[in-house]
């Protein structure tokens, strides 16, 4: 049976302007979490009940604060429930001008606009207010804003666990159809190279020099070659790779001149898997490649470049079972507003991952963003009441 929440959409709308106005580059969310703070006392939540935490302490980026958390007290008995969502956006909304054109939100088309993930942020303090204005029956309920997602999942990643109280399922808003439930990502093996190769004058004696640059373009084309490349497929093994960094020193290209050999190279890449194992079993291939490439590139003498690899873990995968309680609570609320579920496995990281891993199933929703992290960004408004609405049934079901 459909059950429509009632939202005040005008000022649900009104709020997710207010926190597109606010600007909040990854590592730099002080600005929008004190907004949100504000805005959640506005409405009733006592100051008491909203902390910070020191995740930023942990995070090894400079951020300007922790996670935001927000615990509300049940008024009916129930294990307790979560929703989460972060609170930056990608570099490229620095000086977003947004505006509403019928029932989107746009950027001036300079900049993107930053639904990813003021949405969740408006979408959650909308849940908030409608639960105090409306009196609703609700278990014990815990708000996570994250910091840092774009740049690493490292808000979530440096949680500590005690602040999640328990929580026996957890509900992301960072998506674009509320109907569409992520239940499970794939986990990401971040791998870097150096390459110390050794100058030469490249039009004299081009024979005394290593080139790096030479080490590096063997190395991927060898990877390519051997299919670790791109969308890699092993059997029953699935994943992707890229080497998306090919450069020299910090701020610097890779080689000074035309006329210089080379002699450093710097490049950082990523494999991707539902499998953990295959992710690291891709950056192992590229060590490997680099290994094979450095032989193959040798001076007059014999000597060949120094090659410096290394890989670690950026996050997990994780799925949740389709028969978990917060998978079959979601389907229900969504089913609940009028609209049918689907289930995706996503190719991307998202906050989940880490929740997961700490020990809170998590579905992800979404709340109406489209063309995320370019220029032409928009917010789809009748979305985004949709991911309001679902968010007060997944709260009161």
């Not at 703070?37 to 980026?61: F, K, M, T």
């Not at 328990?166 to 998506?175: K, P």
């Not at 496995?345 to 997961?356: C, E, I, P, Q, V």
Request: proline share 5%; with cysteine.
């Amino acid at each position: 049976m459909t059950h429509l929440p009632e939202i005040d959409q005008e000022a649900a709308c009104d709020r997710l302007m207010h926190f597109l106005q606010v600007e909040g580059v990854t590592g730099e969310e002080s600005a929008i979490a004190e907004t949100v703070s504000q805005e959640l006392q506005r409405i009733g939540v006592p100051a008491s009940a909203i902390h910070y935490d020191q995740a930023n302490a942990r995070i090894p980026l400079p951020t300007q604060t922790g996670n935001l958390w927000v615990d509300l007290p049940g008024t009916v008995a129930g294990a307790r429930m979560m929703f989460s969502t972060h609170l930056d956006t990608v570099p490229l909304c620095a000086g977003v001008n947004p505006s509403r054109q019928g029932d989107r939100i746009v950027s001036d088309g300079t900049t993107a606009l930053g639904g990813d993930n003021r949405t969740g942020c408006a979408v959650l303090v909308t849940l908030v207010e409608t639960l105090i204005k409306q009196q609703l029956p609700h278990r014990p309920i815990t708000l996570l804003f994250t910091v840092r997602e774009e740049s690493g999942l490292h808000g979530a990643r440096e949680l500590d666990p005690a602040d999640l109280k328990g929580a026996s399922m957890c509900f992301n808003v960072d998506g674009q159809l509320a109907s569409q439930l992520i239940i499970g990502a794939v986990g990401q093996q971040n791998w870097d190279v150096e390459i110390i190769g050794k100058a030469a004058h490249a039009g004299v004696a081009p024979e005394r020099g290593i080139s790096a640059t030479l080490v590096g373009a063997l190395a991927l084309a060898e990877a390519h070659r051997s299919g670790w490349f791109g969308k890699v497929i092993k059997e029953e093994r699935r994943g992707t790779s890229n080497a998306g960094v090919f450069g020299g020193k910090p701020g610097k290209p890779a080689g000074d001149a035309t006329n210089v050999v080379t002699d450093y190279v710097h490049i950082v890449g990523e494999a991707r898997s539902s499998s953990s194992e295959f992710a690291s079993e891709i950056a192992s291939a590229y060590q490997t490649a680099f290994e094979t490439a450095q032989q193959q590139v040798r001076d007059a003498d014999g000597n060949v470049s120094e090659v410096k690899f290394s890989s670690k873990a950026a996050y997990p995968p994780f799925n949740v079972p389709l028969d978990h309680p917060a998978v079959t609570h979601a389907k229900a609320a969504v089913e609940s507003i009028g609209l049918t579920p689907t289930t995706l496995f996503s190719n991307g990281g998202l906050d989940a991952n880490w929740l997961d891993r700490h020990g809170v199933p998590t579905v992800t929703i979404g709340a109406g963003q489209y063309e995320i992290h370019t220029i032409k960004e928009y917010v789809d408004l009748p979305e985004f009441i949709r991911g309001c609405q679902l968010a007060v049934a997944l709260a009161t079901l």
